[in-house]
Each structure stands twice: as C-alpha cells, then as structure tokens.
C-alpha cells in the first residue's frame, strides 16, 4: 500500500517562492522514483520533475527548468519542491507521484495523492 501526504500549497503573489513536501509511506520498491506533476484548470495534466532512489532528477517541463528544484530525502521519506520565480501560470493543482522507475510514461501512471493547491497572482 503506497501513502502520499502532499503540503505546503497555499496562494503567492509572482515571483515569491514555495516548497511543497510530500511525506510517503511504501515498499521502497514502489518509492524508488519520486515525482512531481499538476493539473491547472481546464488544462491536461503535466509532468514537473522526478527524482530517483540516487539523487538523479529530470524537470519534465521545460517551463520550470532553472525555477523549480525537487530532492528527496529518504531518510524522512519525503520529497520536495522547490519552486522559485513563480509565474501565474504554475497556478495548478500539485501532485506527489511514485513509480518503480523513473524511465518512460508520465509520473501519473504510478501513485499519486490527493494534491496540493498552488495559487500565483
């Protein structure tokens, strides 16, 4: 059974900063790729990031490269987003994922929780 918790979503005004967390609770087979995707109004879904078991990351959107930092730390079994430079456009519902592997297919083919409302005006 894999547990996702997300936090720290709340409203902002651009170019402020945020990190949201994400506590999980799994096998660590089915935690071994971390990630990150949301879900904007009226938009489809889209990929932020991922992190694997070693540290290795991929931003998935090209629109937060250089903005946005995810890490994990898997002795809290948490991962994190940092999102810096906030555009209204990160306006979306934020989703904590996990997958066997970070390799092919979006992050919403694994677990996912119930997400985390970001907010830029």
């Known amino acids: 059974h894999v547990q996702l918790v997300e936090s720290g979503g709340v409203s902002v005004q651009a170019g402020n900063s945020l990190r949201l967390s994400c506590v999980y609770s799994a096998q660590p087979i089915e935690t071994a790729c971390m990630g990150w995707f949301r879900k904007a109004a009226g938009m489809d879904r889209e990929g932020v990031a991922r992190?694997?078991?070693?540290?290795?990351?991929?931003y998935d959107a090209d629109s937060v490269k250089g903005r946005f930092t995810i890490s994990r730390d898997n002795a809290k079994n948490t991962v994190y987003l940092e999102m810096n430079s906030l555009k209204p456009e990160d306006t979306a519902l934020y989703y904590c994922?996990?997958?066997?592997?970070?390799?092919?297919?979006?992050?919403?083919?694994?677990?996912w929780g119930q997400g985390t409302q970001v907010t830029v005006s």
């Open positions: 992190v694997d078991i070693g540290g290795e990351t991929t």
């Open positions: 994922s996990a997958r066997r592997d970070c390799k092919g297919g979006p992050m919403w083919l694994g677990y």
